[in-house]
């Protein structure tokens, strides 16, 4: 039985219901079939199950509360005593005593690996969950030119988890590092509860699977101490992890000159050093007094380099004008159906297949959220989900689903207070569990107010536009905030509505003053024409002032910008 987080994922075609049972078209054998029409598929929606009448397909939903539902392949493995030669080899290269490879159930193993092309001895680093092995490592030495090399292979469909991850279960704090022999030389020296990431530091777009598979492990954590390794891509990693654990919690190690990571601090220093490390822990800036000292490597990249630019979304004209990066809040208003949302799907869209961003959306007016990935889906292909003989083909659906499936998450408005706090809350474990690097809040008016009775309206807008900024730089996030501006009224000259700004939003001039960029969406109907206004941008280095224009194809359902220049 095949095992389904979503309805969209599986396929199925409920045909618009939310309940009951029905009978329906197969995915998995309709295009096999003489007669595509027949229904063979029994749902049960209340149930979340299914059942094929005509093939052997089955399958379900997760139950609610259950955190993944990804199967996983659990090893055959059966830990073993180390042998007397790696316990030499570990006490004499890594320094690494006997007790401590015992604690971490360190084994021999013989294991096929590809680079030697047969099955060779490796040293088996099991990576335990509760009760269960859940995964291991294999480390192979061998030589290549004379010289000493390595190779590291876990095992094919396991799951993912930190290793010595029991370790953390209780305390609340924690240390992470990039290695398991630094994870031995942290407990060996310090007896810390040590955990580390499975694959190293990833280059480029960092999924983190692990992370969302062990949250939960970190909910009761007061402390985390982030020991990566010692070199960029080390240094990447710590800041991903700060960003999404809290930098609020989170402390770093500095490393002595010479030494990369935990271990061979262990050998050029002592265990003894190690401890005294971790009695001068170093903090992210957050709140409080910013020294110069704590910003002087950023003050130097920026003279060095220049100020940062954030990520353009590929627009000729509107790349001049705007463009986006974490820690601010872009406020987006405009007429009702004159497009506010499909600019920013746009947005989100180009973001996500460009500069690899994953989005956290509370959506309250999509009609649903397959229906909204149906569009994101569209917008990526650039063919019709639905309703065209020329519509996206089965493969190509398949693809967006993979391109969105790890870039697009919405709330369940449903399962969560509607609240700015219960988004943000929500927010933050997207932000750790999937490494969202967007929220979107769409529409404002649907979010449940909280406003104190002896609170203005102006004041509370305050109060909202406080908490957004200090998530997004906390978590270094861009929020987007989608706000409808108050009932506009038509020219008597030329029968349009003016262009609304951002003091048109109803409830307070806060909406322009506090955001860190503003921009507005306005649709002439006559032309056919779509005009994006960037009204407000804080920092001139992200963009200016000024509009762009596009056509709307309904056809890709994407936006094509007109090639002329944007007037300011």
């Known amino acids: 039985m095949e095992v389904f987080r979503e309805w969209h994922e ?9 309940s009951g049972q029905l009978k329906t078209t197969c995915p998995k054998c309709q295009d096999a079939r003489s007669n595509k029409r027949d229904t063979s598929l029994s749902v049960n929606i209340d149930a979340q199950v299914w059942n094929c009448h005509y093939c052997p397909w089955k399958g379900s939903l997760a139950k609610k509360g259950t955190e993944n539902a990804k199967v996983y392949k659990r090893p055959d493995f059966e830990p073993q005593a180390p042998t007397e030669r790696m316990v ?10 006997r007790a401590t490879l015992e604690k971490f159930l360190i084994s021999p193993s013989l294991k096929y690996i590809h680079k030697a092309g047969r099955k060779v001895d490796c040293i088996a680093f099991p990576y335990v969950k509760g009760t269960d092995i859940v995964n291991v490592k294999s480390r192979y030495d061998y030589a290549e030119d004379g010289k000493p090399k390595k190779t590291f292979t876990m095992e094919a469909e396991a799951e993912l988890v930190f290793y010595n991850l029991n370790a953390i279960e209780e305390p609340t704090h924690c240390v992470i590092v990039e290695g398991e022999i630094d994870a031995m030389s942290v407990w060996q020296a310090t007896e810390q509860p040590c955990v580390s990431v499975p694959n190293g530091a990833s280059k480029g ?4 699977e692990y992370l969302d598979n062990c949250a939960k492990y970190f909910q009761n954590k007061t402390m985390i101490v982030l020991a990566t390794d010692n070199d960029a891509p080390g240094l990447a990693l710590r800041d991903e992890l700060a960003r999404r654990l809290g930098k609020d919690r989170c402390y770093y190690v500095e490393y002595p000159d010479g030494c990369k990571d935990m271990n061979e601090v262990l050998l050029a220093h002592g265990e003894e050093y190690i401890d005294e490390m971790f009695q001068r822990l170093h903090t992210f800036p957050i709140e409080g007094v910013i020294t110069l000292d704590s910003v002087e490597t950023v003050f130097d990249d920026y003279y060095e380099n220049g100020f940062p630019s954030g990520d353009r979304v590929g627009y000729q004209n509107f790349d001049k004008l705007m463009s986006f990066r974490g820690g601010e809040v872009t406020t987006i208003t405009g007429i009702p159906s004159h497009g506010k949302t499909e600019v920013l799907d746009e947005i989100l869209e180009r973001l996500a297949r460009v500069h690899g961003w994953s989005h956290g959306i509370f959506a309250a007016e999509n009609g649903g959220e397959a229906l909204h990935y149906s569009r994101i889906a569209h917008r990526f292909i650039g063919k019709p989900f639905q309703g065209s003989l020329d519509r996206m083909s089965r493969d190509e659906k398949d693809a967006a689903k993979e391109f969105m499936r790890d870039r697009f ?9 509607p609240t700015i706090q219960g988004i943000l809350e929500k927010g933050r474990e997207m932000v750790l569990r999937k490494g969202i690097k967007s929220l979107t809040i769409d529409p404002y008016n649907c979010v449940e107010s909280a406003r104190p009775g002896a609170m203005s309206e102006t004041e509370y807008v305050s109060h909202i536009y406080d908490h957004l900024v200090d998530f ?7 929020v987007f905030l989608v ?10 000259q030329t029968g349009k509505f003016a262009v609304p700004t951002m003091y048109s939003i109803s409830g307070s001039a806060n909406f322009y003053n506090k955001t860190y960029n503003g921009i507005s969406v306005y649709r002439d109907f006559e032309a056919m024409t779509t005009r994006v206004y960037v009204q407000k941008v804080k920092f001139d280095f992200i963009g200016r002032v000024g509009f762009s224009e596009f056509k709307f194809n309904q056809y890709t359902r994407r936006y094509e910008e007109l090639q002329h220049q944007p007037l300011v």
């Open 10 to 18: 599986t396929g199925i075609n409920l045909k618009g219901r939310v």
């Open 88 to 97: 030499a080899w570990f006490e004499k290269t890594r320094g690494i005593k």
């Open 205 to 208: 777009d960092m999924k983190m």
């Open 409 to 417: 998450f919405f709330i369940n408005r449903r399962e969560i207070k």
């Open 472 to 478: 997004a730089e906390l978590y270094n996030v861009h």
């Open 483 to 492: 706000a409808h501006p108050t009932k506009m009224v038509k020219s008597e």
